[in-house]
């Protein structure tokens, strides 16, 4: 069962854009979400996290934004660096840790 | 501090084998968890540990297993391997016994022929 969704596979921007990132989720109880950003032959790596009581959270170019109402959380990345092209997993926390399907993100130079 | 390491990082198997893949966690965590990757379906939940009881099991079959050690190390196993089982396999620690942040391995990478 797919609690946590991320329905675009793939997104390319221009470098210096912004990059928004997406992901819904069915599960009212989850409490927790998280970021984590996976490069090729690594292991997924935390990038930002929210908690359910806050709808807006930022660390440097980073940003994440929480409707609790609509059930979607969305990553902002501004400006947008080739260096940020990875693979993006939304996760979601009850009494484990869920996670999307991934988002694939290409920044262009 | 040593990150979360897997062994091994490749390895092939054929239909109808069992594998046993391993995990040490990050010195002091406690909480291990067990994550599938395949392209298309993300990081699937496949199973946790917490101070050697599993805690919490996604929706596999009974074919995947796991346990942990006391000394935290976590082994998963599956049995009677099928071809759908080729897929990346990803240990994460934790620090707390709530799920917390989770820091990865680098993954073992199963291919079944």
């Known amino acids: 069962d797919q609690q946590v969704k991320q329905n675009s596979p793939s997104l390319s921007v221009q470098e210096g854009r912004i990059s928004i990132l997406n992901c819904d989720y069915t599960?009212?109880?989850?409490?927790?979400f998280l970021w984590y950003k996976k490069y090729p032959a690594e292991g997924p790596t935390f990038l930002i996290s929210?908690?359910?009581?806050?709808d807006k959270n930022e660390d440097g170019r980073f940003t994440v934004f929480l409707n609790k109402s609509a059930k979607h959380l969305s990553l902002h990345i501004v400006p947008s660096q080739p260096g940020d092209s990875a693979v993006y997993f939304c996760?979601?926390?009850?009494?484990?840790?869920?996670f999307g399907a991934g988002t694939r993100l290409t920044v262009k130079p | 501090k040593a990150g979360v390491t897997q062994t091994p990082r490749y390895l092939i198997k054929t239909r109808g084998q069992q594998v046993t893949l391993s995990c040490s966690p990050i010195?002091?965590?406690?909480?291990v968890s067990w994550y599938q990757q395949t392209p298309g379906q993300g990081l699937q939940f496949l199973f946790e540990?917490?101070?050697?009881?599993?805690?919490n099991k996604g929706n596999f079959p009974g074919r995947f297993s796991g346990r942990q050690f006391s000394n935290s190390r976590s082994e998963m196993n599956v049995s009677t391997l099928e071809l759908g089982d080729s897929a990346l396999y990803l240990c994460?620690?934790?620090?707390?016994?709530?799920?917390?942040?989770?820091?990865f391995g680098e993954g073992s990478r199963l291919t079944v022929l």
């Open positions: 994460a620690s934790s620090s707390r016994a709530w799920p917390g942040e989770l820091f």
């Open positions: 599960n009212s109880m989850f409490d927790y």
């Open positions: 929210i908690s359910s009581i806050k």
């Open positions: 996760a979601a926390r009850y009494s484990d840790m869920r």
């Open positions: 010195s002091g965590h406690r909480s």
């Open positions: 540990y917490f101070s050697e009881t599993q805690r």
